[in-house]
């Protein structure tokens, strides 16, 4: 039981700092060509369309760690300039869990240039449904306690995401709301005994921005990126300093990269002989290939710094499968978007 309570103390401690949100959490995949998992202007950007799934899991060796899986689709729909796309997804972590389904329209908006110039800015937005759990039957106390149920519990949700994009040839830039309608989460007040008693947080907004350019057009591009992002209610912020390359082969592409993820706000902890203070890093190497319509990736996430709960890292693999895609569409080198 004392591991365990551990457990959900680290679980929590990491979910805050990495900016906790209610929905999917934001993590690394975005950088497998997947950023319609981000971005609800995403979908549908190209003239065919994409399914992705993800499984990740974080500190192997502990038990009940945070795990998380998602499948989403997305595709334009026919000749028309709309995109529409779905995300499945649970994220558990400890004693909570939540699944949840994003259904997204998005809308894509040619900007000039012929036909084969990329300048183009997409809107978009998912509402959403979510299903939270809190599980209690293991928690005791000697001596009653109005903060506990003893049971598990799960409550339902609605919200929605909205985004913005903007390609033009190698450049883009992407912006979001997550979580823009409030929402009382319930779950942490129903059955209590003294709910009043128990904070109502109903702003889980989480704002995210991404800028990014590729440079070479021949065998070989190197993608520069950030990705920006901020909670409002808690003013947690951070940012992933992004670098991919990319080679052309034979049977279709390969590539590579590294983020760098840091928190602005940092953590005090306290040893045996001093105080401290630590911010959220990540370090994030990623590979992948695309072959044929086919497409795979591998990132392991270290969190660096003098204070960790485990040794072990955070992986995360990534499938995927591209369908009535177009060769080379535009006069550019922008994967997202062919």
Same mark, same amino acid.
């Given at each position: 039981? +004392? ?45 065919? /369309? ?25 595709? @334009?729909?026919?000749?028309? $300039? ?49 299903? #939270? ?20 519990? #799960? ?28 929402? +009382? @989460?319930?779950?942490? @007040? ?19 921005? #991404?800028?990014? *350019?590729?440079?070479? &057009? ?6 520069? #990126? ?17 670098? +991919? ?44 290939? $695309? ?13 660096? /710094? ?6 072990? /890292? ?6 995927? *499968?591209?369908?009535?895609? +177009?060769?080379? &569409? ?9």
């Amino acid at each position: 039981m +004392k591991n365990r309570l551990l457990l959900l103390l680290a679980s929590l401690a990491f979910a805050f700092q990495s900016t906790a949100q209610e929905g999917i959490p934001v993590y690394f995949d975005y950088l497998s060509d997947n950023y319609y998992l981000v971005y609800p202007s995403m979908a549908g950007i190209s003239d065919g /369309g994409k399914i992705r799934a993800t499984a990740r899991m974080q500190w192997f060796s502990v038990e009940d760690a945070p795990n998380l899986q998602t499948i989403n689709a997305n595709f @334009r729909i026919g000749e028309s $300039n709309s995109g529409v796309g779905a995300i499945i997804f649970n994220d558990a972590n400890g004693y909570h869990a939540q699944t949840g389904v994003k259904l997204t329209y998005a809308h894509h908006l040619k900007l000039g240039g012929d036909a084969r110039s990329l300048n183009q800015l997409s809107f978009g937005f998912s509402p959403t449904y979510l299903q #939270s759990s809190l599980d209690e039957t293991e928690f005791r106390s000697a001596q009653p306690d109005n903060a506990l149920i003893g049971s598990k519990i #799960s409550e339902g949700y609605f919200n929605m995401d909205l985004g913005f994009s903007y390609n033009l040839r190698e450049f883009y830039a992407h912006f979001a709301v997550n979580n823009l309608l409030s929402s +009382k @989460r319930n779950l942490y @007040r129903f059955g209590r005994q003294d709910p009043a008693n128990v904070p109502v947080i109903d702003n889980l907004r989480r704002y995210l921005f #991404s800028v990014g *350019y590729i440079f070479g &057009k021949q065998e070989w591009q190197l993608e520069p #990126s950030i990705l920006f992002q901020m909670s409002e209610f808690t003013e947690e912020k951070s940012i992933d300093l992004n670098a +991919k390359v990319y080679k052309d082969v034979d049977f279709g592409r390969i590539w590579g990269g590294l983020s760098y993820r840091r928190s602005f706000e940092g953590a005090q902890f306290a040893t045996s002989d001093s105080f401290g203070e630590q911010r959220l890093q990540l370090f994030t190497p990623i590979v992948g290939a $695309n072959i044929g319509n086919f497409m795979v990736s591998y990132n392991y996430s270290y969190q660096s /710094g003098s204070v960790v709960f485990d040794n072990g /890292g955070f992986h995360q693999i990534t499938l995927g *499968y591209d369908f009535g895609q +177009k060769e080379r &569409k535009y006069d550019c080198y922008c994967p997202a978007a062919q």
